[in-house]
């Protein structure tokens, strides 16, 4: 996640000449997603898909997490970005750290 984010900004930055950047997290019960949003001066992913390693580097990446990617972009009007993957189901731990006291971890037997 943090190399597609990384890669979305430096190309807003370095090709966009933008002057705002929009980074969004958002989820629900299925999915979570993040966004990556700027006012610079799009392009047209039909031709940048098929001059530049940085677009398919971010969908291979989305992909290799088994979530996806979706670029939606047009010159003059900016970039936004949406990455999308399913939630894990994440079972709670033997323990929960959160309710576990300080002192109860550090009280290792050395």
């Known amino acids: 996640m943090f190399y597609i984010v990384q890669e979305a900004v430096n190309n807003a930055v370095k090709h966009g000449s933008c002057s705002e950047i929009i980074i969004t997290y958002f989820s629900n019960e299925d999915n979570l997603y993040i ?14 898909a098929s001059n530049g390693m940085g677009q398919s580097l971010m969908k291979y990446r989305a992909r290799a997490i088994g979530g996806g990617l979706e ?14 993957f399913p939630r894990m189901n994440n079972k709670k731990a033997e323990w929960d750290w959160k309710q576990v006291s300080y002192e109860e971890i550090t009280d290792i037997p050395r």
């Open 35 to 48: 966004s990556v949003e700027d006012n610079g001066k799009g392009f047209d992913p039909k031709e940048i």
């Open 71 to 84: 670029v939606n972009s047009e010159p003059g009007n900016g970039t936004y970005i949406l990455l999308t």
